[in-house]
């Protein structure tokens, strides 16, 4: 009697403990933290803080802001492509000081498949079926709602993808003042989105969370063709209207050498 | 011993109003006779206007909408009962009201214009001048404590609104209560919110063209909109067109707000460290944000005179001239949008028309927001 007590209990742990094993997530996984620091020519971006421009003068920044959509890791032989992430947005205005620079700002994702991956794909800014107003109806913990008021350009219909705002010292006398070139730059609309590809190989294991460290360098942003644009000339102030797309276009377009990986 | 009889006698007295006043603030009254049956309500978002994020623990109800527009106008919040939310900011001034700085209690003044309510439901980067409530409810409390506004503090508001017998009604039927005790300056703060969210505006002549996409030709003149493209610095004619650079921080669609906090050059002063309200930088203790300010939603306002947080400006036409002369540099302003405009008197009057395009009547007429008590 007593033998076939213990057998039914016996029954029943294997029966409950195979339900266990059951719910588990039969899928392995693990985390990916999306580190993204600012640069400028290599130093910590700092807002506030003078810089030099390859020109000989003095640049100083109050803010880089973009969006960075389809983030997607690039799979190797058989491990498949995954996205990480429609659309985040990264803010370096609060850089107030080196400290806070040298501080990534990370996004992390869960549940990324492990395999071995042979890079990353980005496209800075938002994607096409975003780009519109009706970003705003999103929930409200979504980017493009929470950036909805500061970077959904009306006039245009399309959010501003990056934002890149400071003064040059045009006058040359190393003091900021009115009398310089406060830049805007501003560029957004479909036609800048831009798509970077970093190919540097990597392997995710299973329940080992693995750092992604990104570096946006702003100066590299204004560098074409080995050539600094001329931000003494107010024509390259801004990038609101029709008319300085090509402007827009030619910022975005530098985000292949200012990311680094 | 005639003393110590008397001294008897009085006694039952003296217990019985102890008694009295712990029946009101200890024990309070039982409320669970009254119904409670909150109806739903469902806001209907305009085109042109983003989503509200109403929070999880304070769904819209009829009941608490409508005691929150009965806290907003009752002077029961104040000090001495004569200071209400309604007093700074007047629905016929799109809730705002015609004084530089608004007087409170007994008269004192605070140092800061009010802040127009409308569609405030859909700001989601923090609430006053200086952001420092990052919700409706949390902003509710403030003026209630703050001594040159209502002068009151919160416990005492509790005990009037427990005390009272229409309020601990409402409280129920909002919140669905025990017990008169449970009437707390949370509950109130949410019943404000409720009403705040409500306060939703998208009828000006702007809103019928640009969002509701009326046809007629005669509902936006030229003047406007050539004021139009000076405000979003499109072109108007040629490369060398005036900018206005206002939507930088005035867009954000119908919001017409960026919901940044920005200095726009109203205030000289030889460092950061010279503003006279430091404004975002007394929150955050971070100099680059002294004289920082929310940029406030421009929808109606040419109901919301005076300008700016001070009030300093007594007419839309000071402000624009500000803006087009650049104001008063300091290293924290917005480098790229205000310095020298060089607008012309044209281009400053198509500025001026278009901003009067903002203006939205029956917000102001609308029947649900107005003063219950009258």
């Known amino acids: 009697m007593l033998m076939k007590k213990l057998l039914f209990i016996i029954f029943i742990a294997g029966f409950v403990f195979s339900c266990k094993d059951n719910d588990k997530p039969s899928t392995p996984s693990t985390t990916v933290n999306l580190n993204f620091k600012a640069t400028y020519d290599g130093e910590p971006f700092v807002v506030y803080q003078a810089y030099n421009y390859p020109d000989g003068q003095k640049i100083r920044f109050q803010n880089f802001d973009f969006f960075v959509s389809n983030i997607t890791l690039l799979g190797e032989g ?52 975003l780009n519109n107003s009706d970003a705003g109806k999103l929930p409200s913990d979504d980017p493009l709602r929470q950036h909805f008021s500061s970077h959904f350009w009306s006039d245009w219909g399309s959010f501003i993808f990056m934002k890149l705002e400071g003064i040059y010292d045009s006058t040359g006398d190393g003091v900021f003042n009115q009398s310089d070139i406060g830049f805007e730059h501003h560029p957004g609309t479909n036609d800048v989105l831009t798509s970077v590809t970093k190919l540097k190989s990597f392997t995710l294991e299973k329940d080992k969370p693995f750092d992604l460290d990104l570096v946006a360098d702003a100066l590299k942003i204004y560098i074409h063709n080995g050539t600094a644009l001329d931000l003494s000339d107010p024509a390259n102030k801004d990038t609101q209207d029709f008319s300085k797309m090509p402007l827009a276009i030619e910022l975005m377009s530098h985000w292949e050498a200012a990311l680094s990986f | 011993m005639k003393k110590i009889c008397f001294f008897i006698l009085l006694l039952p007295l003296f217990w019985g109003s102890c008694k009295d006043k712990c029946e009101t603030n200890c024990n309070g009254e039982d409320l669970t006779d009254i119904p409670y049956d909150p109806t739903a309500h469902t806001l209907t978002i305009p085109a042109g206007l983003p989503s509200m994020d109403i929070p999880a623990d304070n769904p819209l109800t009829e009941e608490g909408i409508e005691l929150g527009r009965r806290l907003f106008y009752d002077p029961i919040l104040s000090k001495d009962s004569t200071i209400s939310c309604s007093s700074c900011h007047k629905l016929t001034n799109s809730f705002n009201d015609i004084t530089a700085v608004s007087p409170g209690v007994s008269g004192l ?48 508001v509790e005990v009037k609104l427990q005390r009272h017998p229409d309020y601990k009604i409402r409280f129920r039927e909002a919140f669905g209560i025990d017990n008169t005790t449970e009437i707390t300056r949370d509950l109130a703060a949410k019943a404000l919110a409720q009403f705040e969210r409500t306060l939703i505006s998208a009828n000006s002549r702007y809103d019928r063209r640009k969002f509701q996409f009326d046809p007629d030709p005669f509902l936006i003149s030229d003047l406007e909109t050539d004021g139009e493209k000076i405000y979003f610095d499109d072109k108007l004619g040629d490369a060398n067109s005036p900018k206005g650079h206002c939507a930088h921080c005035h867009d954000g669609k119908a919001l017409y707000t960026s919901e940044r906090y920005e200095n726009n050059a ?25 004289g920082k300010f929310k940029a406030p939603s421009l929808r109606n306002i040419a109901l919301t005179a005076p300008y700016m947080h001070d009030g300093r400006f007594q007419t839309l036409e000071q402000v624009i001239e500000h803006y087009n002369s650049g104001g008063h540099y300091a290293d924290n302003v917005i480098d790229g949008s205000i310095n020298q405009l060089h607008l012309t008197e044209y281009d400053k009057q198509a500025l001026l028309a278009f901003l009067h395009t903002l203006t939205d009547t029956t917000y102001f007429n609308n029947p649900a927001f107005q003063n219950p008590f009258q």
Do not use: C
């Open chain 2, 266 to 290: 109203i205030t000289a002063v030889t460092t950061l460290n010279d503003f006279p309200d430091k404004g975002l930088g007394a929150i955050t203790g971070v100099l680059t944000d002294n």
């Open chain 1, 78 to 129: 058989t491990t498949a492509d995954y996205v990480l992430s429609e659309v985040e947005f990264f803010d370096f205005e609060d850089n107030i000081d080196v400290a806070a620079a040298q501080k990534a700002q990370t996004v992390s994702f869960s549940k990324v498949p492990p395999g071995t991956y042979k890079g990353i794909l980005l496209d800075f800014g938002v994607p096409a079926g």
């Open chain 2, 109 to 156: 003044m605070g140092n800061r214009s009010s802040m127009s309510l409308i569609n405030i439901g859909f700001q989601i980067n923090g609430f006053f001048w200086d952001g420092r409530s990052a919700t409706l409810e949390d902003q509710a409390l403030h003026p209630v404590e703050n001594p040159v506004e209502m002068a009151e503090i919160w416990d005492n």
